[in-house]
């Protein structure tokens, strides 16, 4: 009885000074007075941290981790959206060279499609700005600057991330960044034509966009840098009592290491982007190598750089990047198999010991992107060997999640559906990496279809599907509302049908030889005749995918309102987040959560229901009180 | 809501946020300046020749500069433990010349770049200026910004030490860790490019 007054008081004020989604400060129905006293104590206690803010500061500058989370995630599938978009673009060219791009052809200006007919210059701009924006903006950002924010405060059971005023900087850093990328279409020559890896010589060459791609790259750098540091600090300081390492979520694990690539592998791209910033506005030669000719003519600089530096710098970043891309992915769908299948997950602790190795080895594998350049045989064995060694956590990881599925009572929920699609496809996208990672069969795979087939495996039905699987599952908690389950069904089924239609084919005609990066889709190649016919199916495959995301987009918007409001815990989930209110407040907790078991305890024989919550005390005391 | 262990360290792990923060940043930028020193061996490695540094750099200058910035390291030093001995004043004179000396370090850094424009040694003349203007000057940002924390710790921001003296210790400590970073850049930048 005693504690009971003080906690729906604090309750009260927490949610009165909260924010909710639906974008309204809920003013509840205590006095004037009562919010008065919650903003005095929060003066008293720590007087920069005002909670009756302003609009602004509330929603757009906000020191709050929700919130910020909640920026990232709409920035990042914004930027999703544009880059799909962009393929959806070069995907007509690829069915139909040569004609005019109905409707849309008429607004993409003369210098870009003259008569509705995409140039070669602007596919490859197309095809360069997909990529960054896939991945520097879209995905990571969702997958950690997202999930990351808004989840792993809450799972940890912090009130907020270590260093708040860091994390809105990273976010407006992150932001600028993508300003300037997508500001990069307008200027003189268009956007950074090339490709996402920026490859010298040909990018020191290319026109202005390829600067301002460097300079919006060195805005993600810093953001990225921001942002790890912050979350490594705040699941190391900032766990509840009792939450010791091996009680953490996987998804804290997974992001925990995803802050360590972060942090340390995308420092040598900065290095490598002002290397190539200087050798386009200094005129240095560190990519450029002597005795370079162009069109115009022999160029006139000074020579000895080389062309492989850049490619080990970047990719240095890029490789610990791809995993930057799925670990965040791989702990969603731990915590919504584990949910799902009301079982713990299969072998935690060789999954923690997985993705810490998974994590170190992704150091040392960065160079198996370059088994053509010349770089020598010696050198390929080695990074051959650590590739096939790296493949071997996955592996483990893969197989625990479905060995968590055996025996379990599976509950199909929409969260699930895309989490239990992720597993196949991203095994699909796993296995076919094997021949690349090879030195033989990459000499007949290197730069076909098949390599795009393979990572798009990995990180579109993979990574994009978890983390559809995350925002069905987090959803209720930032909003207090489920999503639409039969909108979310028919987005589910068009999508895993659609976007198969798009990558599996890839595969056929990256076997036959067809070449990535070919802006008329390998018209020109005797080799490529017999499977060209796939070009135009991927593409309406591609098309049918954008279509069923306005299932997505239609729900995302109406369930905010109109959704179905549902209690704190709709999953019956065991980690600490589903603790708090939904939406939580400033300060996520109403009561400070203490941790007394690990995170995955469904089914424990003898419990009384068939989930115990993490912060639930062990049901002999709480019998005894 | 308040953030625990900003000012007192966390019991299992010994650290406060801000010390461990800084230490992580300062990983990182570890791999930065590692990615560039790195790339500095390969095109080294690589070129059909390469100059001996003192052709082109005046060792004298480059030793007064080390000698600089160690005797800011130093001071930087002097003005954290005259914090822990609560010698508020004494720390106000050392953190001034944490602030000076590497004031007087960049006017040096500039009478040298000066000498290089005036002798048309730029960047685009060959890869070893290249290499020396890219990273003296990366090194010369990072000596900005810490000449701007460590200015704002010995302005503004020392009012803190009157309200909250253990939170403005473990600040002006996280500032020496970036401090010292920097004065060991150089101390591997001066061989690398003068004397190698």
């Known amino acids: ?625 | 809501m308040e953030i625990p262990y900003t000012v007192e360290a966390r019991p299992d792990t010994g650290l406060n946020n801000v010390k461990l923060g800084i230490w992580l940043f300062l990983a990182s930028e570890v791999m930065l300046f590692g990615g560039l020193f790195s790339a500095y061996v390969l095109l080294r490695m690589g070129a059909v020749d390469w100059p001996l540094g003192s052709e082109f750099l005046n060792i004298p200058i480059g030793t007064v500069n080390t000698a600089i910035l160690i005797g800011s390291s130093v001071t930087m030093v002097m003005a954290y433990a005259s914090l822990k001995l609560g010698d508020f004043a004494k720390y106000k004179g050392y953190m001034a010349a944490t602030v000076l000396l590497p004031v007087l370090f960049l006017c040096i850094k500039g009478y040298e770049y000066y000498e290089k424009v005036q002798h048309d040694h730029l960047p685009s003349h060959s890869t070893f200026l290249a290499i020396y203007w890219t990273m003296t000057a990366l090194h010369g940002l990072h000596i900005i910004g810490g000449i701007a924390v460590n200015g704002y710790f010995w302005g503004p921001g020392s009012k803190m030490w009157h309200t909250k003296p253990a939170m403005f210790e473990n600040r002006i400590e996280a500032a020496g860790l970036y401090w010292h970073f920097v004065d060991l850049v150089w101390i591997f930048l001066f061989p690398v490019l003068y004397l190698l």
């Open chain 1, 1 to 625: 009885m005693r504690p009971l007054p003080d906690e729906s008081l604090l309750l009260r004020q927490g949610r009165d000074i909260g924010w909710s989604v639906s974008g309204k400060v809920k003013k509840g129905v205590t006095t004037l007075d009562n919010v008065t006293t919650a903003e005095g104590i929060a003066h008293a206690e720590h007087g920069h941290d005002e909670h009756e803010l302003s609009f602004l500061q509330s929603y757009v500058f906000s020191l709050d981790h929700k919130v910020i989370g909640i920026q990232y995630a709409i920035t990042a599938l914004l930027f999703l959206l544009f880059g799909f978009t962009l393929m959806m673009l070069m995907r007509w060219n690829l069915a139909f060279p040569g004609r005019p791009i109905p409707v849309i052809g008429n607004f993409l200006g003369m210098a870009n499609a003259p008569g509705g007919i995409m140039l070669p210059e602007f596919y490859n701009q197309l095809g360069a700005m997909h990529g960054t924006i896939m991945v520097f903006l879209g995905v990571v950002p969702l997958a950690v600057g997202g999930f990351g924010n808004y989840v792993l405060p809450l799972q940890i059971g912090a009130p907020d991330m270590a260093f708040p005023r860091l994390n809105m900087a990273s976010y407006w850093s992150f932001f600028l960044g993508g300003v300037i990328m997508v500001a990069s279409f307008f200027v003189p020559g268009g956007a950074a034509n090339s490709g996402w890896t920026s490859y010298a010589p040909l990018s020191v060459l290319a026109l202005e966009g390829q600067t301002w791609w460097l300079i919006g790259m060195i805005f993600l750098i810093t953001s990225s840098l921001l942002g790890s540091v912050n979350f490594i600090v705040t699941t190391l300081q900032l766990r509840a009592p009792g939450l010791s390492f091996m009680r953490l979520p996987f998804f804290v694990w997974a992001q925990l290491v995803t802050s360590f690539l972060l942090l340390l592998a995308f420092p040598p791209l900065e290095a490598a982007g002002v290397l190539q910033l200087m050798d386009r506005v200094a005129d240095t030669s560190f990519f450029m190598p002597s005795g370079l000719v162009t069109g115009d003519g022999p160029l006139e600089i000074s020579g000895g750089g080389s062309p492989l530096l850049w490619q080990h710098l970047f990719w240095f970043l890029a490789h610990p990047e791809v995993y930057v891309l799925i670990l965040p992915a791989l702990g969603i769908v731990g915590e919504v198999v584990a949910n799902n299948t009301r079982k713990p997950l299969w072998g935690y602790r060789v999954l923690v010991a997985s993705v810490i190795f998974l994590g170190f080895m992704s150091f040392i594998v960065w160079a198996h992107h370059m088994f053509l350049t010349g770089m020598g045989t010696t050198i390929s064995t080695f990074f051959q060997t650590t590739t096939m060694i790296i493949s071997i956590p996955s592996v483990v990881i893969l197989s625990a999640m479905f060995l968590s599925l055996y025996g379990g009572s599976i509950r199909y929920t929409v969260p699930m559906l895309f989490a239990l699609a992720f597993l196949p496809m991203f095994g699909i996208g796993g296995l076919t990496g094997l021949p690349l990672g090879l030195t033989a069969p990459d000499i007949h795979l290197h730069d076909t279809y098949y390599v795009i087939g393979h990572f798009h495996y990995v990180v579109a039905p993979g990574t994009i599907f978890a983390l559809f699987a995350g925002i069905y599952y987090w959803f209720p908690k930032a909003t207090g509302r489920l999503m639409n389950d039969l909108l979310g069904r028919i987005h589910f089924w068009g999508s895993i049908v659609a976007i198969n239609c798009v990558f599996m084919p890839m595969f056929i005609t990256g076997l036959a030889g067809m070449n990535r990066r070919l802006y008329d889709g390998g018209m020109q190649y005797a080799h490529v005749q017999g499977v060209m016919e796939w070009n135009a199916f991927m593409s309406y495959g591609a098309w049918t995918l954008g279509f069923f995301q306005i299932f997505f987009i239609f729900n995302f918007f109406w369930s905010i309102r109109h959704g179905k409001k549902v209690g704190d815990n709709p999953w019956n989930a065991t980690t600490l987040e589903w603790q708090a209110p939904s939406p939580p407040p400033h300060g996520n907790f109403t009561t400070p959560p203490e941790v007394h078991r690990g995170p995955y305890e469904y089914s424990v024989p003898g419990a009384s229901s068939d989930f115990s919550m993490q912060g639930q005390a062990p049901e002999a005391e709480s019998a005894k009180v």
